[in-house]
């Protein structure tokens, strides 16, 4: 077996050098000023344990205040800030027991301002505001019965000669933090940042700070928490800009060497048995009923080339919808079996899994290979009588779900792994499949088309092979959108086509039965009675969820794809792998609640066939801009790469892969769709540097 790989990081750390730990022998945030022990609970809450991490707890924004200098006095005002020198001309103090604040008159250059304090202890607090006195302060100006107003201002008392001419300099607020002052964590940041950013370790090797112009980790930080004079904005709204990508390239980057150490660590062992003998899948491939495409043909040859070495392949096959994938899989585990060794072809559902096992049927038949099937519903006996033939070698190839990882499987040599929609398994899962075999190959395949930056994110120790071009002869699903007021117009639609052609129709609704948790949401079971008793009565309609055993699912779609049934009303287990070439027309139910990709998935059942098909998207009452953002973009195309990216923008990279177990790394600063451009420079300068070393 190969080394473990290494561990994948995610939010940028810190860290000091050898020299310097002596000189920081405690990081505790209880050694800087005005931190005590309710502070440092606060602070901690927000994952702040020491020094190094508040070093990365950056500024949300920067305010401009100003320092005076000698000359005539002058008042400065930003749209909601201001910094002046008044003079003491009254003092109003709280009445006992009352509501009133405490109030300091001032009178700046013939102005009239108040200073306000609510719920502040009186005693001693006027002491230092004498009639007469010279108050230097700043704060938020509010207009309180015309005259100019501050609550809870900064204020001090300066020497009455104090006069001057403000010179800009920007203050960071950090915010965000309940019962912490922003003096204190302000003051707290800069101490720990004056006396650690000198001694951190420099994170980036030198060459490609010159390369991309970025500072060193010291100078970022230093520009960040504005520890340096400002005399020139503009040139410091550039620095910062720096700072903040010096940081982001960083994660980034750190990230990117890690995959690229896994990647190397994966196929240093080099025990991936060869697959040089291509004559099985020639054979398949001239078997076929049609032409590969060109994208096609080049992921074969591709996969083909990978499989010939002791280096383990480790690919992501991405593919629209329809596109092709599962022959390409299929050529792959052709070309292994006839090298001696076994195929696992692994998918995340029941139904998936039997789609895949008809396709075996189909493109092996006649070739001399067997095959097998494992799932968590099978009987005892043919659970036993899979588990033999796959560790006695009886079995080249099996098809199955999670059950393939579970206690109890072995296999005679297996040589090739094929796993569909990758991201719908867990890291571990994924893991443990892997040790199955000695190094085997690797091919995971998605029909779910994912933006590259999210792809390097989350697969960045995998090589990517992408297959655009659809099979000729499909035509384009036409998309509609329609609201639930025009209901009875869409069924009349159904039933007129259905009986004129004898095309087949799917209506896809979110729940299985009636919740009183979610309000107006269409169920299977519900709709499909109601259906099979008024607009569509006397069509042949079948039912499919996710709570039906895996046997009668299996046969409810072997009826629907042999033509027993005109309509299957379902869940969203269909999204993915069904294929029945005669289903023409996609009723998606409360479509507003289902994501892009997941649209676009549910659409692409239909259009399989040399029919027209469309696809009629059913809106509930009270669109979110979000949702009518993404009902748009379905109607305006059916690109699903294109479809991917704006799914991207819209939900974010979490929710858009639909499960935290996915592998998706926690960015600090990062931001894998505004800043993709930074992710694509950290690969290419991790993989340069880190394969470049392997090679040698």
């Known amino acids: 077996m190969s080394e473990p790989a290494p561990t994948?990081?995610?939010r940028l750390t810190l860290e000091l050098g050898e020299s310097a730990s002596a000189q920081a022998k405690n990081l505790g945030l209880r050694n800087l000023k005005g931190i005590g022990p309710k502070t440092e609970k606060k602070l901690n809450e927000r994952g702040i344990s020491d020094q190094l991490e508040l070093l990365l707890y950056v500024p949300r924004k920067y305010r401009p205040t100003y320092r005076f200098q000698p000359g005539p006095m002058m008042v400065r005002e930003s749209a909601e800030w201001i910094e002046a020198i008044g003079r003491v001309v009254g003092v109003i103090p709280p009445k006992l027991h009352g509501r009133a604040p405490f109030e300091v008159?001032?009178?700046?250059?013939?102005?009239?301002f108040k200073l306000l304090w609510f719920h502040l202890p009186y005693r001693g607090f006027d002491r230092p505001f004498k009639p007469g006195k010279s108050v230097h302060f700043e704060g938020k100006v509010e207009y309180r019965q015309a005259v100019a107003s501050l609550s809870?201002?900064?204020?001090?008392?300066?020497?009455?000669?104090?006069?001057?001419?403000?010179?800009t300099e920007l203050v960071p607020v950090y915010g965000g933090i309940e019962d912490i002052g922003e003096?204190?964590?302000s003051r707290a940041v800069a101490e720990a940042c004056?006396?650690?950013?000198?001694?951190?370790?420099?994170g980036l090797p030198g060459s490609l700070l010159q390369d991309h112009n970025l500072p060193t980790i010291e100078d970022a930080l230093r520009t960040i928490h504005v520890l340096d004079p400002v005399d020139d904005l503009d040139a410091f709204r550039q620095q910062l800009q720096k700072a903040r990508e010096r940081l982001i390239f960083q994660e980034f980057f750190d990230l990117q060497t890690a995959m690229a150490h896994r990647y190397v660590a994966e196929r240093r062992a080099a025990k991936a048995t060869p697959c040089s003998e291509r004559d099985l899948g020639r054979e398949m491939v001239r078997n076929l009923p049609f032409q590969?495409?060109?994208?096609?043909?080049?992921?074969i040859a591709t996969i083909a080339d990978e499989l010939d070495s002791r280096i383990p392949m480790r690919r992501l096959l991405q593919g629209d919808v329809g596109s092709g994938k599962t022959v390409v899989a299929l050529m792959a585990a052709a070309i292994a079996i006839a090298n001696g060794v076994q195929v696992a072809m692994m998918a995340p559902t029941d139904i998936l899994a039997r789609q895949h096992l008809r396709?075996?049927?189909?493109?092996?038949?006649g070739l001399g290979i067997t095959w097998t099937h494992l799932s968590g519903s099978q009987g005892a006996a043919d659970r036993r009588e899979t588990l033999q033939q796959l560790k006695s070698g009886a079995a080249n190839l099996v098809v199955g779900t999670h059950a393939l990882f579970q206690e109890g499987v072995e296999f005679n040599d297996l040589g090739l792994i094929i796993v569909d929609e990758e991201h719908k398994f867990g890291v571990e899962q994924r893991q443990a499949l892997m040790q199955l075999g000695r190094d085997p190959h690797l091919l995971a395949m998605t029909a779910t088309p994912i933006p590259r930056s999210l792809a390097h994110a989350v697969f960045g120790d995998r090589d990517l092979t992408l297959i655009r071009e659809k099979p000729p002869g499909r035509k384009p699903i036409r998309t509609v959108l329609r609201d639930r007021s025009r209901a009875s117009k869409i069924y009349d639609y159904v039933r007129d086509r259905v009986k004129s052609t004898g095309d087949q129709a799917y209506f896809v609704y979110p729940l299985v039965e009636a919740s009183e948790a979610v309000a107006n949401r269409r169920n299977v079971m519900d709709s499909a009675q109601e259906l099979a008793n008024g607009p569509l009565k006397g069509l042949r309609m079948g039912i499919l969820h996710g709570r039906m055993d895996a046997d009668a699912k299996d046969a409810v779609m072997t009826r629907f794809s042999r033509g027993e049934l005109d309509i299957l009303c379902a869940t969203t287990v269909i999204e993915v792998g069904v294929d029945v070439p005669n289903a023409t027309i996609m009723v998606i139910e409360n479509a507003e609640i289902f994501g892009l990709s997941q649209l676009h998935q549910l659409r692409g059942r239909v259009g399989r066939g040399e029919s027209e098909s469309m696809c009629i998207l059913v809106a509930g009452y009270g669109l979110t801009d979000d949702a009518a953002q993404r009902l748009r973009a379905m109607i305006e195309t059916d690109d699903g790469f294109q479809l991917a990216e704006t799914d991207l923008r819209i939900r974010g990279p979490g929710e858009f892969l639909g499960m935290k177990q996915a592998g998706l790394p926690e960015f600090r600063f990062g931001d894998i769709l505004r800043d993709a451009s930074w992710l694509q420079t950290a690969r290419k300068d991790a993989r340069r540097l880190i394969l470049g070393d392997a090679a040698r």
């Open 8 to 10: 994948i990081p995610g």
């Open 105 to 112: 008159r001032l009178d700046v250059d013939g102005a009239d």
């Open 152 to 167: 809870h201002p900064t204020a001090k008392v300066v020497d009455s000669t104090t006069r001057g001419t403000p010179a």
């Open 183 to 185: 003096s204190i964590l």
């Open 194 to 202: 004056e006396n650690l950013s000198p001694l951190l370790v420099e």
């Open 292 to 299: 590969l495409t060109g994208d096609q043909r080049e992921a």
């Open 359 to 365: 396709r075996v049927a189909e493109f092996f038949d």
